[in-house]
């Protein structure tokens, strides 16, 4: 077979074959990763239930504070360490 004849042939066929089967596998593998894995979504789902946990936390401190009387005095905080001076 002469080389004149093989690099239009390899080059044709890497135009229809070749590159639509590569971009067809990575579709594919994409579409795979688009899903959330078992681990993911139990993992998901535990931050959603400490993020709601946090919220009304931050909701009863926030109650607290607001219930506060205004002309109490201030309670003098101690530092915990040395990064809080």
Do not use: C
Not at 54 to 59: N, V
Request: charged fraction near 30%.
């Amino acid at each position: 077979m002469d080389t004149d004849l093989l690099i239009p042939l390899v080059a044709i066929v890497s135009l229809f074959i070749v590159f639509p089967g590569m971009v067809f596998h990575y579709v594919t593998l994409w579409r795979k990763q688009k899903t959330l894995e078992p681990d993911d979504e139990r993992m998901l789902e535990d931050l959603w239930r400490s993020a709601k946990r946090m919220e009304r936390r931050i909701e009863t401190l926030e109650k607290l504070v607001d219930n506060n009387p205004e002309d109490a005095a201030p309670v003098s905080r101690q530092p915990r360490s040395s990064y809080d001076q």
